[in-house]
């Protein structure tokens, strides 16, 4: 059973032949430096605030967050800025471990280690500047009804590879409970 993830309804599903750990953490390393180069690039060109408009629906913009996503707790007095790292980097160690365990699965590892990925990334902008880095701007009046700007919150590419991972992980386990019955 070493190298298996067991399913709720006691089915396994084996390692693939071949695969190991070092794939998935050069995606993550892929995703964290793609990332901290966006970062860095906006950081260089672009003052707090400044926006350039791509197309009608996206902008280019520098945003700090200093909160969670959607700005969760952004105004909480600076303590939050060691809680999200240290949950970030706890939420790591797990996923590093995750991976190690089920290298084989591949969706399930592409999930994992985009979330690992993104997780680092922002992990390293709490640590080196207090706040995440956000740059991406979507918006449209067909957002209104959610978002009364017609914005959707600024977000970055470890913000994106999250959102990946996530839905990876959630189509993983309709595929997985799926091949059970």
Known sequence: MAG?????????FARSKGAGLWPWLVWAGIVLV?????????????????????????????????????????????WQRWFFTGIGLLAAVFMVWMLHK????????????????????????????GYVVDMLDVHGHWLRPVF??????AFNLADAAITL??????LDEILRVRRSR
């Open 34 to 78: 793609l990332d901290q180069f966006t970062k860095t690039l906006i950081l260089g060109h672009y003052q707090l605030g400044d926006s350039t408009p791509v197309t009608s629906f996206f902008n280019i913009v520098r945003v700090h967050n200093p909160g969670a996503a959607f700005s969760f707790l952004a105004d909480a007095g600076g």
């Open 148 to 153: 009364a700007s017609g914005h959707f919150p």
């Open 4 to 12: 298996q993830r067991k399913a709720s309804a006691g089915l396994t």
């Open 102 to 129: 089920h290298p084989g699965e591949k969706l399930f590892s592409f999930a994992v280690s985009s979330l690992l990925g993104g997780a680092l990334g922002n992990v390293i902008d709490r640590l080196l500047h």
């Open 165 to 170: 991972g996530a839905i990876c992980l959630i």
